[in-house]
């Protein structure tokens, strides 16, 4: 096909650090100009040649490559709405490899996390009439409560749909889950979209033999687990993912609902596995006593504390009790009232 994309201005170009080993990701914007997809807006992903990314570079880029590829599957078949379409891809004189991806999104849950937890600094800083309100503070809460179980309910859809399919991600965090509006009175059209897949796995009986750079580090984790069959690596494997899930989970329940620099990523990490050893409920008690947490806490508690359930569920310790994705998605939290913005 063929493409033409936007000049890489600031406000085009946006580069990535995948964040292991040294490969840089630029994401351009484009369309494409030919065909029966014409006028389609795209996303470019540029992995650098081997010179500038080494082998692993095109490892990656490969494997991602791969990985749409078997979740995609043929012209016929039901693609997932919940993980990014791939449109092809090329490679270049230099050796850098260009995937075009379906742009329906230019932010991810990480943008919506920053902007949310920004205007409620604001809002405080300006005493924002909404902060005083009662009614029109709890609207707000409210809408956030459903955008969010939503944002965590396609982001299950789709990871569900990829263990169906053999295929672990590997790489889910907020940046790896693309948003098609940040605006949370128009959650009902949210469509939450899995993205980066270099690092999937391929967890097919046929394949549990295979090594390779990508996929080392998560049988390491199996073997210290006691994971030594192809079924219970499998099983690790999905329960792996799992884990991540929860733990994206947790930065969706935090961070929206404080202001800017209460809480992030790597803090709630390491209050989770350090500080309280994935014990929820002490985590919970540690949170009613921080008033700046009071609404996350409330999120959590609604419809009798099912978003704590949930994640000492999906963090268990031991990865033989973790839910499989089909049974996060059948949870009370998103099956319920919440999800419709009731509650």
């Known amino acids: 096909m063929n493409l033409e994309f936007s000049a890489p201005d600031a406000g085009k170009l946006r580069v990535q650090d995948i964040g292991e080993g040294d490969v840089k990701i630029r994401l351009y914007e484009g369309r494409i100009v030919q065909g029966p997809l014409r006028r389609t807006p795209v996303i470019f992903k540029v992995y650098p040649g081997k010179q500038v990314g080494g082998i692993e570079s095109d490892l990656m880029a490969a494997n991602e490559l791969s990985a749409h590829a078997s979740l995609q599957g043929s012209s016929n078949a039901i693609v997932c709405q919940n993980i ?56 707000i809460f409210k809408r956030r409560r459903k955008y969010v179980a939503k944002l965590l309910q396609g982001a299950m859809r789709g990871l569900a749909y990829m263990h169906d399919r053999d295929r672990l991600h590997q790489s889910l965090g907020p940046v790896s889950v693309v948003v098609n509006t940040m605006v949370e009175k128009e959650a009902t059209y949210l469509v939450p979209q899995l993205r980066d897949l270099a690092f999937s796995v391929d967890i097919r009986y046929s394949e549990l033999a295979e090594r390779s750079m990508l996929s080392e580090g998560l049988w390491r984790r199996a073997t210290a687990a006691a994971a030594f069959t192809p079924l219970e690596k499998r099983a690790f494997g999905i329960a792996d993912d799992i884990y991540e899930a929860g733990l994206l989970f947790a930065y969706l329940a935090f961070v929206p609902f404080c202001e800017t620099g209460v809480m992030d990523s790597l803090s709630l990490r390491r209050l989770l ?29 609604l419809d009798d504390h099912a978003g704590w359930e949930l994640l000492q569920a999906m963090l268990n310790q031991d990865f033989r009790q973790r839910p499989i994705a089909e049974a996060v998605l059948n949870h009370r939290l998103i099956t319920g009232a919440l999800v419709q913005g009731i509650v």
């Open 273 to 301: 596995e350090n500080t309280f050893r994935l014990d929820i409920e002490a985590m919970r008690e540690y949170c009613l006593a921080d008033d700046r947490l009071v609404e996350a806490v409330k999120f959590l508690d």
């Open 84 to 139: 990014l379409m791939l449109l092809g891809g090329f490679e270049t004189k230099t050796g850098e490899q260009w995937l075009a991806f379906r742009n329906d999104g230019k932010y991810t849950a990480a943008d919506y996390a920053k902007v949310t937890s920004e205007k409620l600094s604001k809002a405080r800083e300006h005493g924002d009439q909404n902060s005083w309100n009662p009614y029109a503070k709890d609207e």
